[in-house]
């Protein structure tokens, strides 16, 4: 029981780093090892996502940087998790790890004392230690035990395409077919990189330190003391009742302060937002012809994304019915389109547009903004609070920080502190994932602008016409059918589908 009171307590007090803040920049030049800090993370033989896969990365890997990309502009003040924080990041960096040399996406990428201030990897450590008999699963989306739901979720539809998404997509098929189904490659083989200490052993001390400096408290401080050390300056001149609210206001203080916004914590957003979004739908399995022929056109329209790879990993989700009415990037990486929509495109440049806009709001990672705006600095506190109480460690914790605390009067002020601890962490969750989903459902006009705009760059990079929405289009009734067309009048049968291949305003090569 002392050993559990420890580790609870040491999650109540997990302390933020001075300067430890997401948008702070790293003092240049970068370190040339890195760690991985997507879930999914793929090396290719070119700084292009059509190029051939070499092996996957698991998180948390080092790797050697050995060559920088060209740059794209993204500003620091965008709250990203980026390898590089600043005006100008590299797209791709070639990287070595063990035997495997080739290129990643910069951003799946994160300096490793900026991860370990940030505490993405002993987050995760932690709440797995939680989970009884579980051993931890670094870059897994684990469910919240104990989280409240968001209206109401579907948390098994939601883990089915986790699931699918975790597998790497090929962006260019062999075939050419779109109608032969997603092609996943499960049999990429896994790199071995070295350990951190291996490539870099003095990069590796600095991390222990960091983390050290960013774990090592007992309990919460104040003034290098915990609340229950302070009861007796609490209490002076002031009633017994006056102290226990003197206490338990301290320890709900320090126990939801802000903290780092890690990755591991915006892949439980991605996948709390996701299964709230697939609620009281019927998601088309891959082998139905038009997932095949939306997941093949995102796949292409995503090869030139910068992040072909986001943290839960990239999927195309078609459903039944005509919700929602746009597609939707969740946080993290999977898009929602329904059939109801594409039956509203008159072909398939206009499809290419639809989904390149949800995967620029992705790549600008629109919901994690929101998400920080609604109270998302105190999303880890929250989850750690939910995974306690759920853990039946809750009370420990409490216990442990006013450990001084008269034993008459104990019980009163763990009750307030564990009632004050649930509210703060169950209305703070739904307020955070309902921000994020928002967001993602009805994106500000600043937002469409900008998703707009880079949306143009990603489908004339794959080759459709970035303005399809704008032009007439060519083709009256009886002329050439567009491939979109053809799927959707025609039975969704994948040879049928396959045949009507001409497009009304031309497609992009196989």
Known sequence: ?????????????????????????????????????????????????????LARLPEGASVRVVERGATVRIPAGAMMNEAFPGEEIPAWVRVEAGRTSGWVPARSLIDPVL??????????????????GEAPKPGSVR??????ALDASDEAAADAVIALAAVPPRFVRPS??????????????????????????????????????????????????????????????????????????????????PRPFTPADERVLGRACLAACLHGLVPLPPEDARAAYVS???????????????????????????????????????????????????????????????????????????????????????LQVLHLDAAQALDAA?????????????????????????AFANEGYVN???????????????????????ARELVAAAGWNPRAFDAAVPGAPGGRWSRLQALLVSPPSAPRAASRTGSAAGSPPG
Do not use: Y
């Open 398 to 422: 409490i216990l442990a920080a006013l450990s001084e605390v008269p034993e008459d009067l104990l019980a009163d002020a763990t009750a307030r502190a564990r009632a004050r601890l649930l």
């Open 296 to 382: 093949w056109v995102g796949n292409r329209v995503a090869a030139a994304s910068t992040v072909p790879f986001p943290s839960i990993g990239l999927a195309f989700v078609v459903v039944e019915g005509d919700a929602p009415a746009q597609a939707i990037g969740i946080p993290g990486g999977p898009v929602v389109v329904s059939a109801g929509q594409l039956r509203t495109l008159r072909n398939e440049h206009e499809l290419a547009v639809v989904l390149a806009r949800a995967v620029a709001r992705i790549e600008a990672r629109h919901g994690r903004r929101a998400a920080l705006a609604a109270g998302g600095d105190r999303f880890n506190p929250m």
């Open 432 to 454: 955070v994932v309902r921000a994020a989903l928002d967001s993602a459902r009805t994106p500000s006009e600043e937002d469409v602008a900008a998703a707009d705009a880079r």
């Open 143 to 148: 469910a919240i035990d104990g989280a409240p």
């Open 176 to 257: 050419g077919d779109p109608f032969a189904g997603p092609v996943r490659d499960a049999t990429l083989a896994a790199a071995t990189p070295p350990a951190l200490e291996t490539l870099d052993p003095g990069l590796a001390a600095r991390v222990a330190e960091a983390r050290t400096e960013a774990a090592d408290i007992i309990a919460p401080e104040f003034n290098g003391k915990g609340p229950g050390h302070l009861w007796g300056a609490l209490t002076i001149g002031v009633g017994d009742a006056a102290g226990v609210t003197m206490a338990v206001d301290a320890l709900v203080e320090e126990a939801t302060r």
């Open 1 to 53: 029981m002392r050993h559990a009171a420890r580790a609870a307590a040491l999650l109540l007090a997990f302390p933020v780093v001075a300067g430890c803040k997401s948008t702070a920049p790293i003092a240049a030049p970068p370190p040339d090892v890195m760690q991985v800090s997507s879930a999914v993370t793929v090396v290719f033989e070119r700084p292009d996502a059509r190029s051939r896969m």
């Open 115 to 132: 991860r370990a201030q940030g505490g993405d990897a002993l987050a995760l450590e932690r709440r797995a230690a939680l989970a009884t």
